[in-house]
T-cell receptor, first 114, second 115 residues
Framework: GEDVEQSLFLSVREGDSSVINCTYT??????LYWYKQEPGAGLQLLTY?????DMKQDQRLTVLLNKKDKHLSLRIADTQTGDSAIYFC??????????????FGSGTQLTVLP | DAGVTQSPTHLIKTRGQQVTLRCSPK?????VSWYQQALGQGPQFIFQ???????QRGNFPDRFSGHQFPNYSSELNVNALLLGDSALYLC??????????????FGPGTRLTVL
């Protein structure tokens, strides 16, 4: 079955690093994604990682993928108050023909304290 | 370059009514996906349209239907509204030629409240 799980809440101090974790179930996922959602807004794609990679770094963001354990994490360095938002991980699942759909976790609410 | 746009922003309906939500994809995109996001939850996939046809569907009843027009814009229709249909409805666009990467760009959503 398809299920993506995340912890619900994370609080960090401004300037610290944040690590948001996610587990997924579909081993056929080719890409995994991290999205950010601010209050009252749609989803913004932050970064993605191809399933044959272990790590991807993009400025303050580092994505780690453990394919054996189906574990994905997002590390945000030097976390700022503007990083306060809900973060969703998602996997791309092949459903019919060549079509793929995104399956999302429930989201992690990141609160950055001054 | 306009991103994904959705209308209306907010909508209030009563049980049993029907609703139509609209989406215009990002310029250059030809595929539109719709998601339902209930309060405190992640988005749930409803269906995806490409070349004016429904290409795949999530676990939603037939009360949810859609359409894609030749200009790639799309509508989501929900009939016989239930209280549980209250949610943020998100539209995402992507490019079929990029379907393996499946990079989807989301609109701001339509907040539907069913009373």
């Amino acid at each position: 079955g398809e299920d993506v799980e995340q912890s619900l809440f994370l609080s960090v101090r401004e300037g610290d690093s944040s690590v948001i974790n996610c587990t997924y179930t579909d081993s056929s996922s080719t890409y995994l994604y991290w999205y950010k959602q601010e209050p009252g807004a749609g989803l913004q794609l932050l970064t993605y990682i191809f399933s044959n990679m272990d790590m991807k770094q993009d400025q303050r963001l580092t994505v780690l993928l453990n394919k054996k354990d189906k574990h994905l994490s997002l590390r945000i360095a030097d976390t700022q108050t503007g990083d306060s938002a809900i973060y969703f991980c998602a996997e791309s699942i092949k459903s019919s023909g060549s079509a793929r759909q995104l399956t999302f976790g429930s989201g992690t609410q990141l609160t950055v304290l001054p | 370059d306009a991103g994904v746009t959705q209308s209306p922003t907010h909508l209030i309906k009563t049980r049993g009514q029907q609703v139509t939500l609209r989406c215009s994809p990002k310029s250059g995109h030809d595929t539109v996906s719709w998601y339902q996001q209930a309060l405190g939850q992640g988005p749930q996939f409803i269906f995806q349209y490409y070349e004016e046809e429904e290409r795949q569907r999530g676990n939603f009843p037939d009360r949810f239907s859609g359409h894609q027009f030749p200009n790639y814009s799309s509508e989501l229709n929900v009939n016989a509204l239930l209280l549980g249909d209250s949610a943020l409805y998100l539209c995402a666009s992507s490019s079929y030629t990029d379907r393996v990467l499946n990079e989807q760009f989301f609109g701001p959503g339509t907040r539907l409240t069913v009373l």
